[in-house]
């Protein structure tokens, strides 16, 4: 049941993300939405995530005005119509064997992993808390003075908020799901579909994960780790390594867009919201755009 549950999950996800871009699209160019690609990876390996960034923001800014169980019925409406914006371009599956090995495949396989979750302490501690607060109260300043863990509170906390379920929190733990799909999304099509470096650093990282886990006393020595319940460090991780790759790659290629340093903008953004050690990406972030602006004559005032 948690296998179909999650698929589920993640397709409505993916239908969200692709209609928020469909919505800051111009019609002439949404034709191309889905053959669009970063350094080899397509950008729907990306629309799940899209909808948590959206979504993210949009219930922390909500929170400043309510609680966040007074607006789910409102997300719901917003979830809903984003679905039926796809409908402005039926045309959302380009590649059948690409789409059913990263958004059907992929997700079924991962979606074991709920089985036999489990609460970390810091679930407990604070965490569920936190969200607990965030359901029934509108943002307060000084949290953090009642329990010092609520100054880690992270963007996917509000996502994870508004998926309570009864006595039933699995759907806290398909927020994870989701960004693990992403790294083994990711990967497939980075080995299959880009060259040169995010290739060979995909196929090293795939190397180490079957290492880690299969090798002699393998298991939770570096690689990602399926972690417990509520916790943000794996989604953190991967974001930070993956976006880190393609930056690396654009710098090696050269490669200088526009539309690259939006992405790595607002990818930034959600990174730093999951974690403020995301701000160690700035130092590579700053040398791209550095070298943007060696190669296109352009300040960085007109940049901003």
């Not at 949404?30 to 690609?37: F, G, I, K, P, R």
């Not at 959206?54 to 609680?67: A, E, P, Y």
């Not at 906390?157 to 759907?171: G, I, R, S, T």
């Not at 399926?226 to 390594?241: E, L, N, R, T, W």
């Amino acid at each position: 049941m948690n296998v179909i549950l999650f698929l589920g999950f993640y397709l409505i996800s993916f239908l969200v993300g692709r209609g928020i871009l469909i919505i800051f699209t111009t019609r002439d160019k949404t034709a191309e939405l889905d053959s669009n690609n970063i350094s080899g990876i397509s950008y729907d390996t990306f629309y799940p995530i899209i909808s948590l960034i959206f979504f993210g923001n949009f219930l922390f800014l909500i929170n400043f005005f309510t609680s966040l169980l007074n607006i789910i019925p409102f997300v719901a409406l917003l979830i809903i119509l984003f679905i039926f914006i796809n409908l402005r371009d039926l045309k959302i599956i380009n590649n059948l064997k690409s789409f059913f090995i990263k958004h059907i495949f992929i997700p079924s396989l991962l979606s074991i992993t709920t089985f036999g979750s489990w609460f970390h302490f810091d679930s407990g501690a604070y965490h569920l808390n936190y969200q607990q607060w965030l359901r029934t109260e509108k943002i307060a300043l000084g949290l953090a003075n009642l329990n010092f863990g609520y100054g880690f509170s992270s963007i996917l906390e509000y996502l994870q908020a508004v998926l309570w379920f009864k006595d039933n929190l699995v759907f806290i733990f398909f927020i994870n799901i989701i960004f693990y799909c992403l790294l083994f999304s990711f990967i497939y099509e980075a080995i299959y579909s880009s060259d040169n470096f995010l290739k060979t650093s995909s196929f090293l990282l795939l190397t180490y994960g079957f290492l880690d886990n299969f090798g002699y006393l393998g298991g939770a020595n570096g690689f990602f780790k399926v972690q417990a319940i509520a916790k943000p460090d794996m989604p953190f991780a991967i974001i930070f390594v993956l976006l880190s790759q393609v930056i690396i790659d654009k710098i090696l290629r050269k490669d200088y867009r526009v539309s690259d340093i939006k992405i790595f903008a607002y990818f930034s953004l959600f990174l730093i919201q999951i974690k403020l050690l995301g701000a160690y990406l700035g130092l590579l972030l700053i040398f791209y755009l550095f070298n943007y602006m060696q190669n296109s004559k352009i300040s960085f005032i007109k940049i901003l």
